[in-house]
Structure formats: structure tokens, C-alpha cells
């Protein structure tokens, strides 16, 4: 059974496996990191474990049995109890659910553990796989994403309350 842990300084290397191995699958849906990311991995690796220090930030990985990372799931800019949602799961757990369950359990972890009482996510208008796990996960469409913030192609911030009702 997949586990959602908070990442450390010994993820690097099978978070860099993943970044490595999904490359081209990512590259479909989301903007390619450029090699620049790749040959720097070690020092942005490094930046993340301090914003997370911190407490701007929560980086996520999801291992699975072996070790190896399934899904990275990033909770950024936090500000005023409202924080991004960002994620990526490697393709051959794609489809499966992995997701959508991964991000409902952030989700949980944002408002219990980090104090956060939203989560926005933009997703392209043509990945229709993201738009469906924000969906699926409670997240609502509230209005249209600048293009810069998605690589340059148009797109829609989704948004979640965490609040618990009663």
C-alpha cells in the first residue's frame, strides 16, 4: 500500500528517478522543467526542504512499496490560511485512482496538520485527467488561470474549501 510522506533530504534520489523516468509523460500535459531543472535537482531539492522548514510550504512524496516515488503533491504560497495544490503521478499508477485519493488526503493533512482553510489548483483546459481528480476530490472551477501560470496554454483555477462543516 502507497504511503503520502513528508519529503526529506533522503527522497532526492527516487524523487529525481521519477522526475527522470516520467519526463516525457509529464511534458504531454504539463510544461517540460527543462534541463536546467535536471542539472540543478540537487540545489531546488534542497530549497524545498527549507520553504517547507519554513513553513511556506509542504512537499509531499508518495512512496510506494519498494521506495520508489509514485506522486509528488505540493501545497506552495501559502498565505492567510489559503495555499496551491500541485501534483504529479508517474504513469504506470496513472488512471488508477492514486490521485484523486492522494489529493483528498492532503486535502485532510492541509487543514489538520498545516492550518489551511483553502487549496486552488490550475490545471490546463486540455488535461482533462487533472480537471477530473480536482473534481472528484471536491475542488470547484472559479474562474479562468493566466496562461503564464500553465506554460503558456489557457486554463482554470479550481478551488476547495476546507472548512469542515457541521
Given at each position: 500500500?502507497?504511503?503520502?510522506?513528508?519529503?526529506?533530504?533522503?527522497?532526492?534520489?527516487?524523487?529525481?528517478?521519477?522526475?527522470?523516468?516520467n519526463r516525457a509523460y509529464f511534458a504531454a500535459s504539463v510544461s517540460d522543467r527543462g534541463d536546467e531543472y535536471y542539472d540543478q535537482f540537487t540545489d531546488r531539492h534542497?530549497?524545498?526542504?527549507?520553504?517547507?522548514?519554513?513553513?511556506?510550504?509542504?512537499?509531499?512524496?508518495?512512496?510506494?512499496?519498494?521506495?520508489?516515488?509514485?506522486?509528488?503533491?505540493?501545497?506552495?504560497?501559502?498565505?492567510?490560511?489559503?495555499?496551491?495544490?500541485?501534483?504529479?503521478?508517474?504513469?504506470?499508477?496513472?488512471?488508477?485512482?492514486?490521485?484523486?485519493?492522494?489529493?483528498?488526503?492532503?486535502?485532510?493533512?492541509?487543514?489538520?496538520?498545516?492550518?489551511?482553510?483553502?487549496?486552488?489548483?490550475?490545471?490546463?483546459?486540455?488535461?482533462?485527467?487533472?480537471?477530473?481528480?480536482?473534481?472528484?476530490?471536491?475542488?470547484?472551477?472559479?474562474?479562468?488561470?493566466?496562461?503564464?501560470?500553465?506554460?503558456?496554454?489557457?486554463?482554470?483555477?479550481?478551488?476547495?474549501?476546507?472548512?469542515?462543516?457541521?
Amino acid at each position: 500500500m502507497p504511503e503520502l510522506k513528508r519529503l526529506h533530504a533522503g527522497h532526492a534520489p527516487a524523487v529525481l528517478a521519477f522526475e527522470l523516468t516520467n519526463r516525457a509523460y509529464f511534458a504531454a500535459s504539463v510544461s517540460d522543467r527543462g534541463d536546467e531543472y535536471y542539472d540543478q535537482f540537487t540545489d531546488r531539492h534542497s530549497a524545498l526542504l527549507a520553504e517547507q522548514e519554513a513553513g511556506i510550504g509542504a512537499f509531499y512524496v508518495l512512496v510506494g512499496e519498494d521506495g520508489s516515488v509514485l506522486g509528488r503533491f505540493n501545497l506552495y504560497d501559502f498565505e492567510d490560511g489559503t495555499a496551491e495544490l500541485g501534483y504529479r503521478v508517474a504513469q504506470h499508477v496513472a488512471s488508477r485512482g492514486v490521485a484523486t485519493a492522494t489529493v483528498r488526503e492532503l486535502c485532510r493533512l492541509a487543514a489538520a496538520r498545516h492550518g489551511l482553510r483553502t487549496l486552488r489548483a490550475a490545471t490546463a483546459r486540455d488535461n482533462a485527467a487533472s480537471q477530473r481528480v480536482l473534481i472528484k476530490a471536491g475542488f470547484v472551477p472559479v474562474g479562468p488561470a493566466d496562461p503564464a501560470h500553465l506554460g503558456g496554454k489557457p486554463g482554470t483555477w479550481y478551488q476547495r474549501d476546507l472548512v469542515l462543516r457541521q
